[in-house]
């Protein structure tokens, strides 16, 4: 497959300084946010991230990722310059999930799930996920509960 058609077909986001770029394949489009509190500390609110499988490539700046096992369950990475967060992946079913907002655009995005729906503070809600999942019932799918 030449580089042009590879390019095509995936998506392409990066951190804020730019030193870190990765692409997910473009039919990625399932968009989750979760509430669980490491991810509320990571992002300052539920993180939107969009389900990327296990497919993630870091096209630029692998010498900036940092990734840390934030629990049993889940790494996290983020850009050692920015400190923008990158992804988290669950080495239970090996699927990634990248900051949503490191892409320009997502085509035919949409918001299909809530996690750690049973850790949301009461203080905000979210409308039009088709799911909704308790943090048990997220961490039963991905074989860590």
């Given amino acids: 497959m030449s580089e042009a058609i590879d390019s095509a077909d995936r998506l392409h986001g990066h951190c804020l300084c730019d030193?870190?770029?990765?692409?997910v394949p473009a039919t990625a489009h399932a968009v989750h946010a979760?509430?669980?509190?490491?991810?509320r500390r990571w992002h300052g609110g539920p993180a939107m991230v969009l389900q990327a499988g296990d497919d993630l490539r870091i096209e630029t700046g692998d010498a900036l990722v940092?990734?840390?096992?934030?629990s049993e369950w889940a790494e996290r990475a983020f850009c050692s310059t920015c400190g923008s967060s990158l992804y988290f992946c669950t080495p239970g079913d090996g699927q990634h999930y990248v900051a949503a907002g490191l892409f320009d655009a997502i085509p035919c995005a949409r918001?299909?799930?809530?996690?750690?729906?049973d850790a949301r503070p009461d203080?905000?809600?979210?409308?039009?996920?088709?799911?909704?999942?308790?943090?048990?019932?997220f961490l039963a799918r991905i074989g860590a509960g």
């Fill in 19 to 23: 030193g870190v770029t990765l692409s």
């Fill in 34 to 39: 979760c509430h669980c509190g490491a991810c």
């Fill in 66 to 70: 940092r990734a840390f096992a934030s």
């Fill in 111 to 117: 918001f299909e799930a809530e996690i750690f729906i």
């Fill in 123 to 137: 203080w905000y809600a979210l409308a039009g996920s088709d799911e909704q999942l308790t943090g048990e019932a």
